[in-house]
């Protein structure tokens, strides 16, 4: 095995990770709130590793435990993903519902941790397209699952590749009379001039 911690082996890459951490919404998190659930890479508990295997599979994986797999195939219809220095952090859509893991990649030096990342960046966007520097929301801010009010205003335009977090996927209005309300908008003569104020004020804040 190589002093680097990234091996190559048939076409299939593969990084050592310092730690996994996989988001657990507040529904399952119980009276804490929201968290991460982290796998540490220690001796006792056996190496984590990061694969891409040649089929196009991802894989997470701690000594014979699989704790992420999946297809990378059509990716940008399910997956975005971000890389902040040594992390990338992975937002998938799958059957109607958000979830969320992040990878910190391991190195002798904070140098190599960066190599490392790049390069499992630089594989991945051959399936999906990989936000440097944070976006779309830092990893810190989905893991609260909050956003600043720029990004909040960002995501309602629809600006770059910003995606709301979990906690803002979750319906607690009532929708029984949805439609109803739409309509008397849509027929009130002054609506449209209150949408243009709306998104003119988003825009404000969107630059802020």
């Given at each position: 095995m190589s002093k680097k911690s990234e091996?190559?082996?048939?076409n299939t890459m593969c990084w050592e990770l310092k730690r996994y951490g996989r988001f657990v919404p507040k529904s399952a998190a119980g009276a804490g709130g929201?968290?991460?659930?982290?796998?540490?890479?220690t001796n006792s508990a056996g190496k984590v590793l990061l694969t891409v295997v040649e089929s196009g599979h991802l894989l997470v994986s701690q000594d014979q435990e699989l704790l992420e797999g999946f297809?990378?195939?059509?990716?940008p219809s399910f997956?975005?993903?971000?890389q902040k220095s040594d992390i990338l952090l992975f937002q998938m859509?799958?059957?109607?519902?958000?979830r969320m893991f992040r990878v910190q990649f391991a190195g002798a030096s904070k140098a190599e941790t960066l190599e490392q990342c790049k390069s499992a960046a630089s594989q991945l966007q051959k399936y999906v397209p990989v936000c440097v520097g944070g976006q779309?929301?830092?990893?810190?801010?989905v893991a609260q699952g909050s956003l600043s009010l720029q990004r909040l205003a960002q995501c309602f335009l629809g600006q770059g590749r910003l995606s709301l977090p979990l906690a803002y996927h979750h319906q607690s209005l009532p929708t029984e009379s949805l439609e109803s309300f739409l309509r008397l908008c849509l027929l009130d003569h002054t609506?449209?001039?209150?949408?243009?104020?709306?998104?003119?004020?988003?825009?404000?804040?969107?630059?802020n």
């Open positions: 091996k190559v082996l048939k929201t968290s991460w659930r982290i796998f540490d890479n297809s990378l195939a059509d990716a997956l975005k993903v971000s859509m799958v059957k109607g519902e958000g779309p929301g830092s990893s810190a801010e609506f449209p001039s209150f949408v243009e104020q709306v998104e003119a004020e988003l825009n404000k804040l969107a630059q």
